[in-house]
């Protein structure tokens, strides 16, 4: 086949020097040009796959429902070699099988599609298929519920044979079953096809329920008899190396596993209740340590403020938020910036998240003594230029980190906060003082994540004049700058969208998740501010002198511009006067 990347630049859709620099990329990392494309962004998937098909001058098939696909078409072609040619079964007319391909041109794909439709003396015809039409129809082999159901089957006729599953030599046995194994190994990996973030794996009166985080919000998955829940939470704890017969208090491990063809890290914690141990596994997924700040939502204002905040020789940078909103990440985006090979960057997690290729990553270890503080003692003698502490929990770590930033170091940590200006009270009550916070602090960030609308189903809201008007007072102190950041222009009207739902969000109405900030900058009003005596009003009263965009502000610039619901940012920022109008 002729390259796609020549066919590219003959086109213009790129010049003769991005392309150069492609077919380098895919020389060096062994990828088909087609991921480096996509990787890359420079064009959308069906686009890329229309030439694709016009090059091989093989029919692109865009238009197929795989819950369509009959299970006994989907047996036609094994999995494994589904897996491994990207080929698929997409439908039976008569004696003519059709074959989706991701790589047609692949003379070993061929040769299975051939071998595989002669076995079942079918004639067979080949088309062009996108990954991702390829990845949903994969799906079909068979479904969570299938699959733990014949799992469950085989483990019940072990169990029927032993009068219980008590003792701790007997758990370990049946963990180590491959019924259990299959139980444990196929709700992770549905959850990683779900894109889910947890698992939560609970005891409830006389069965187990399995649910999965998916942006944010918790969904029932499927239900398990109660009987095998020592299996399962024992299967889990070998995985990541806990004490098996330890179930009265709470466990921490991690392991990983192969999924998608990517290394997933499962963090696990386990916590004893009055029916059993309840087990919630963390999906940790490589990439998501790698974003930009527009991956994350930090666009206008935002962005340019935590840019000039990253550049300064020294100080503190704190991402405050409740848990699981998503502060871990945005230090990550900004050790990225700030990871060169000039300089020792140096953290301590607890635990690590995401490995940063070239950053020193340590985990903090309370049971034997290393703590946020004592580890950051012994960092300060590494010679690090970027510190990264997890969490400032205590007065100690406080004042070890105001120390760090105050001879000559980046600091980068999270504190538990409701907004950005709370971080200043909050460091004073952990005893740094007030004349050393200006010195040292650089920008707080406050955060909290919310669903973003699915693009292909989205509708406009008609508004009503309360929520017109709630739009424009919010927005009201923004300067026409601030708003030209965003890309939005209040005279040309406002345009908000709500969810429907379709097949492409599985019928929810949102895919993923961004974040919605605000960023409070050092500046030397706000400064001589902190040195005298202040209130959190004067605090606030700053921040609006500095037009810093506030969480609900930059949630609502995100609904002018089609990214999020007004319904999702009331309902993360904290407005329920305005969430029952709805």
Avoid at 209 to 236: C, E, K, M, T, W
Avoid at 386 to 414: K, N, P, Q, W, Y
Wanted: net charge neutral; charged share 30%; proline share 4%.
């Amino acid at each position: 086949m002729k390259s796609l990347i020549k066919e590219l630049e003959r086109r213009k859709i790129i010049n003769s020097e991005l392309a150069a620099l492609l077919v380098k990329e895919v020389n060096v990392s062994k990828k088909s040009e087609e991921e480096v494309i996509l990787e890359e962004k420079i064009l959308p998937e069906q686009k890329l796959f229309e030439i694709k098909s016009e090059l091989l001058k093989i029919p692109l098939k865009l238009e197929v429902d795989p819950q369509a696909i009959a299970p006994e078409v989907i047996r036609l072609i094994p999995e494994e070699a589904a897996t491994h040619y990207k080929i698929v079964p997409l439908a039976l007319r008569g004696n003519l099988l059709e074959i989706g391909m991701v790589h047609p041109e692949d003379i070993s794909a061929q040769e299975a599609a051939r071998f595989l439709a002669k076995e079942h003396n079918l004639d067979y015809k080949i088309y062009l298929i996108t990954p991702s039409l390829f990845l949903e129809v994969k799906k079909r082999y068979s479904s969570l519920r299938e699959q733990i159901s014949e799992a469950l089957t085989k483990l019940e006729k072990e169990v029927e044979k032993e009068v219980k599953i008590e003792t701790v030599p007997k758990v370990e046995t049946y963990a180590e079953e491959a019924p259990v194994s299959k139980i444990v190994s196929v709700i992770l990996k549905h959850a990683i096809e779900g894109k889910a973030s947890d698992v939560h794996i609970e005891p409830i009166k006389n069965k187990i329920r399995v649910r999965f985080r998916v942006d944010g919000v918790l969904y029932s998955s499927l239900f398990l008899p109660l009987n095998v829940l020592s299996a399962i939470v024992a299967r889990i704890k070998i995985l990541a190396n806990l004490k098996i017969d330890e179930t009265r208090i709470p466990q921490d491990g991690k392991f990983s596993m192969q999924a998608e063809g990517r290394n997933i890290d499962i963090r696990v914690s386990t916590f004893p209740t009055t029916l059993g141990e309840k087990v919630a596994l963390r999906i940790l997924d490589p990439t998501m340590g790698q974003k930009s700040f527009e991956d994350l939502g930090i666009i206008g204002r935002n962005k340019k403020v935590l840019e000039e905040a990253a550049r300064e020789p020294f100080g503190t940078i704190l991402a405050t938020g409740p848990t699981g909103s998503g502060k871990t990440t945005t230090l990550y985006a900004i050790l990225n910036v700030l990871n060169k090979e000039s300089v020792n960057v140096v953290t301590i997690e607890d635990p690590v998240e995401y490995y940063i290729e070239g950053v020193n990553q340590s985990n903090v270890k309370p049971e034997i003594g290393y703590t946020f503080a004592t580890a950051l003692r012994s960092i300060l003698r590494q010679d690090p230029d970027i510190i990264m502490v997890g969490e400032i929990r205590d007065e100690e770590t406080a004042a070890l980190a105001t120390h760090a930033a105050l001879t000559g170091h980046i600091l980068l940590s999270t504190l538990h906060t409701t907004d950005s200006v709370g971080a200043i009270p909050r460091l004073v009550d952990m005893g740094i003082k007030p004349f050393l916070i200006p010195a040292t602090l650089r920008a707080v960030i406050a955060q909290r994540l919310v669903r973003k609308l699915c693009q292909d189903c989205k509708v406009p809201l008609k508004l009503d004049s309360s929520l017109r008007d709630f739009v424009l007072n919010t927005l009201k102190n923004l300067s026409e700058n601030i708003l030209k950041e965003y890309g939005i222009d209040l005279d040309k009207g406002i345009e908000i969208y709500q969810p429907k739902g379709c097949k492409a969000c599985n019928f929810k109405g949102f895919i993923g998740r961004t974040g919605i900030f605000e960023i409070l900058r050092m500046t030397e009003s706000l400064a001589s501010l902190i040195r005298s005596s202040f209130s959190l009003k004067d605090l606030k009263k700053e921040a609006e002198k500095q037009q810093m965009v506030t969480m609900l502000q930059d949630g609502v610039l995100k609904a002018l511009k089609g990214i999020t619901s007004l319904e999702e940012v009331i309902r993360v920022a904290g407005l329920p006067e305005f969430v029952d109008e709805w």
